[in-house]
């Protein structure tokens, strides 16, 4: 159930979307060894978003999975990801990771409870 959302105050084109949007994807099942049919990934673009008192390109990303591996790897992996889709500088990059409890997170009319 891996859920990757980037929001950012840029502008993007369709062509850019769908390119990120692979991209993510192909993050998500190679760090995480998910089955290509779980994961979902999302894009918000053109927000209206500050850090630091600067409306300068800057990210925010909510990563959510039942199971998270090393977070310290995955954050250095979605920085650079959000670097070279989108020339966001790592330090205007805030990540939220969430490691969801399996009963938490619904399906197909039920949770990903064993």
Sequence with gaps: MPYFKISMNKLLSGEQKHRALKSMHQLVVEALKKPDRFVMTSIADS????????????????????????????????????????????????????????????????????
């Design 47 to 114: 927000q209206a978003m500050h850090f630091g008192l600067s409306d300068d390109p800057v990210a925010f990303v909510e990563f959510k999975s039942i199971g998270l591996p090393d977070t310290k790897t995955l954050s250095a992996a979605i920085c650079d990801l959000i670097m070279k889709e989108f020339d966001i500088e790592p330090d205007r990059v805030y990540i939220e990771f969430v490691d969801e409890p399996r009963h938490m997170f619904g399906h197909n009319r039920t949770t990903f409870e064993k």
